[in-house]
């Protein structure tokens, strides 16, 4: 029973923090101010307040002069310091780079530029990623100079591929005492784009599908060639000599014909989902993507099938991988377009 009673007021708890957290907009950058700066005491500062309370009853009990004046100075300087704290973070304007694309499972690092337009230092401003994380907020400490700025660099690892809305970020001050915990909440606009999980050990590129079968030119180098057979050239085995069509020269005084040997054209290399061979959708993409870098490392042309109708035809180069990669990580996503 003991237990059961945080988890029914931490219930209704979260969803009246998400319904309250709803109605921030999303900006990509935010100026701290008035209105969205919070400031409550820590559990230092709650413990401060229990101090000077039993300082001022035994002050009152036993008539101390001194137990006044320390009580007060006590409590003056408390309240200085939630002034200064709430003061050290409000005016700050932060600013967010857009994030590259990373893969499932990979560190998105997120670039978060703080400027100051004010005369005085900030310092211990701290900024973290504190929504759909584990464990405590990795926190990241600067000072940020009189108007200047200051870089502060945040990372988190997506849950899953496709378009994925960037997490709550927190920023916070408990300058100059600790005593007070002084916050605010920033719901980035942009997007993330994460691509599939590269599987760690994949098979060898599938073979190359070849592209139909040639024939060798009609009438090339000046001899009497035609679709299909071509004059005798010294050297070629018997095997290959057209005996009727032989015979129908040696009539004409011609002579002997052989057979050409049609030239199989270059091959193309095709990844599509039936050569993974697996049945899983999630391991399907996994291996296509290591496909893809793979080709691209080896510098080879490919082309990129997928079930729905996506067909990206054969290239190569940086914005090829991306387009194919694009595409392996909006399949099958409902909605799975690009914001």
Not at 183 to 205: C, H, I, N
Not at 256 to 271: C, E, K, T
Request: glycine share 10%; charged share 20%.
């Amino acid at each position: 029973m003991k237990g059961a009673r945080p988890a029914l007021l931490s219930a209704p708890r979260r969803w009246l923090q998400r319904r309250w957290l709803a109605r921030l907009p999303r900006r990509d950058s935010l100026q701290l101010t008035q209105r969205n700066v919070y400031i409550l005491p820590t559990s230092a500062g709650w413990m401060l307040a229990l101090t000077l309370g039993v300082l001022l009853l035994a002050s009152i009990n036993y008539q101390l002069n001194l137990g006044y004046l320390l009580t007060f100075l006590l409590a003056g300087s408390a309240a200085a310091g939630m002034f200064a704290g709430h003061a050290n973070l409000r005016g700050l304007v932060l600013h967010l780079q857009p994030p590259a694309p990373v893969f499932a499972g990979q560190r998105c690092v997120l670039r978060i530029t703080a400027d100051n337009p004010g005369k005085r230092v900030r310092h211990g401003v701290a900024l973290a990623v504190t929504e759909d994380i584990e464990g405590p907020p990795q926190w990241a400490w600067t000072d940020v100079p009189a108007q200047g700025s200051a870089v502060v660099e945040l990372a988190f690892v997506p849950a899953q591929r496709g378009w994925q809305a960037l997490p709550r970020i927190t920023a916070e001050t408990r300058f100059p005492l600790g005593s007070f915990r002084a916050w605010g909440l920033w719901r980035p606009a942009a997007q993330l784009l994460v691509y599939p999980e590269a599987e760690a050990a994949p098979p060898p590129l599938p073979p190359a599908r070849p592209q139909g079968t040639g024939r060798a030119g009609t009438r090339a180098d000046g001899a009497d060639e035609f679709d299909g057979v071509r004059a005798y050239r010294p050297g070629d085995p018997l095997k290959q000599v057209v005996w009727k069509k032989a015979a129908q020269a040696w009539a004409t005084g011609g002579s002997l014909v052989s057979r050409d040997r049609p030239q199989a054209l270059p091959g193309r290399l095709w990844l599509d989902r039936s050569a993974t061979g697996l049945a899983d959708t999630e391991a399907a993409l996994s291996r296509l993507t290591a496909w893809v870098l793979a080709a691209d490392q080896q510098g080879l042309q490919w082309g990129l099938e997928l079930p729905g109708g996506v067909r990206l035809a054969p290239d190569s180069g940086a914005a090829h991988r991306q387009r194919s990669l694009e595409a392996l990580a909006l399949h099958a996503l409902p909605g799975g377009e690009a914001p």
